[in-house]
């Protein structure tokens, strides 16, 4: 198990830019699979955002943010960042890291595939 930490949130306008980082903390950092999940305000479910695989080969985005998001992961740094531009008022949310040592790719998206999150931070999209 690792410790996440999200930090990186805050309010943009439109069009603005943000970066996400996922620090985490613990052993074998490269055996965990992570990804990036939203949960937007007054809504009970999580949706995947961003995932990226344990050798960082693999990455997969929702359709509603392909082309203006990249996740990367640094295994010196120990550190999953998500890029987000363009951002979209529909992008407001908190957002969360999950890490799993044994997530199926093909199912990166469920949240029931990781055990262990962070605490969230809070991304606004207004003018």
């Known amino acids: 198990q690792l410790h996440l930490e999200e930090s990186g949130g805050g309010q943009v306008q439109p069009g603005g830019s943000l970066t996400l980082t996922c620090a985490a903390s613990?052993?074998?950092?490269?055996?965990?699979?992570i990804a990036w999940f939203r949960q937007a305000p007054g809504e009970e479910e999580r949706e995947g955002v961003s995932?990226?695989?344990?050798?960082?080969?693999?990455?997969n985005y929702a359709d509603s943010v392909k082309g203006r998001f990249t996740i990367s992961r640094d295994t010196a740094k120990m550190t999953v960042t998500l890029e987000m531009n363009s951002l979209k008022p529909e992008d407001t949310g908190t957002y969360y890291c999950?890490?799993?040592?044994?997530?199926?790719?093909?199912?990166?998206?469920?949240?029931?595939?990781?055990?262990?999150w962070g605490q969230g931070t809070q991304v606004t999209v207004s003018l």
């Open positions: 613990g052993y074998f950092f490269s055996h965990h699979h």
């Open positions: 995932y990226i695989s344990e050798d960082g080969i693999t990455t």
């Open positions: 999950a890490e799993d040592v044994a997530v199926d790719p093909a199912k990166w998206w469920n949240r029931f595939e990781y055990r262990f």
